[in-house]
Nanobody, 124 residues
């Protein structure tokens, strides 16, 4: 299983930006589809964005302000979050090893490996 470690979370005012990073180790990174999910209190984990090994990107309809990217040489994937809103407050998870069919409709069950999650809090 791929080991994943998230970093870059914290507290930010509404309208601000954060950049989350995910470092992968343990297996070959460059051939894996990577994703970001988030979980709000009392809610199920939901899809945010994903990126294939070749660089194709996919986003949830609700997060058009975000950008996912990857650096295969550094074994990292990032999520740049702009124009943050209080409703973006959640624990964000990095995911690897996509097993499903459609990245545009990915679910948590479609990914094999997960990070521990990192808190993002947006104040109003």
């Amino acid at each position: 299983q791929v080991q994943l470690v998230e970093s870059g979370g914290g507290l930010v005012p509404a309208g601000g930006s954060l950049r989350l990073s995910c470092a992968a180790s343990g297996r070959t990174f460059t051939r894996y589809t990577m994703g970001w999910f988030r979980q709000l209190p009392g809610k199920e984990r939901e899809f945010v964005a994903a990126i294939r090994a070749i660089g194709d990107t996919y986003y949830a309809d609700s997060v058009g302000r975000f950008t996912i990217s990857r650096d295969n040489a550094a074994n990292t994937v990032t999520l740049l979050m702009n124009s943050l809103k209080p409703e973006d407050t959640a624990v964000y998870y990095c995911a690897a090893e996509f097993l499903g069919r459609y990245l545009g409709a990915a679910t948590a069950a479609d990914f094999r490996s997960w990070g521990q999650g990192i808190q993002v809090t947006v104040s109003s």
